[in-house]
């Protein structure tokens, strides 16, 4: 990830409350750890623990979150499944479009 700057009208505190948001509403990414955090994403934040570098990981993880290959434990099963948003979930549709550009 380096240095680079983007989706700057996204501040750390909706990154956050969206993965919250989600993870409530729909579950966790599964397989967390497998594919994600095999990245360099952690050891940043390790070495530059400051608000933006955390920023940057929640957009990293909400991007991967709605990746077409990501599958979801379901909060109330911990069953493993494909994302699917209600088109009723007006927020959780919007929060998708914001990552999904």
């Known amino acids: 990830?380096?240095?680079?700057?983007?989706?700057p009208e996204i501040?750390?505190?909706?990154?956050?409350?969206?993965?919250?948001?989600?993870?409530?509403?729909y579950g966790d990414v599964d397989?967390?750890?497998g594919d994600f955090c095999?990245?360099?994403n952690y050891i940043e934040l390790l070495e530059n623990p400051c608000e933006e570098t955390a920023r940057l990981q929640y957009i990293d993880l909400l991007e991967y979150?709605?990746?077409s290959t990501t599958c979801?434990?379901?909060?109330h099963s911990n069953d493993e499944i494909r994302l699917e948003i209600s088109d009723n979930d007006k927020r959780a549709?919007?929060?998708?479009?914001?990552?999904?550009?």
Do not use: H, Q, W
């Open 1 to 7: 990830m380096g240095k680079k700057i983007y989706l």
């Open 11 to 25: 501040t750390y505190r909706m990154a956050r409350s969206d993965y919250s948001y989600m993870v409530k509403n």
């Open 31 to 33: 397989e967390f750890c």
């Open 38 to 40: 095999n990245t360099d």
């Open 65 to 67: 979150y709605f990746s």
């Open 72 to 75: 979801i434990k379901c909060p």
């Open 93 to 101: 549709n919007t929060i998708k479009k914001r990552y999904t550009k």
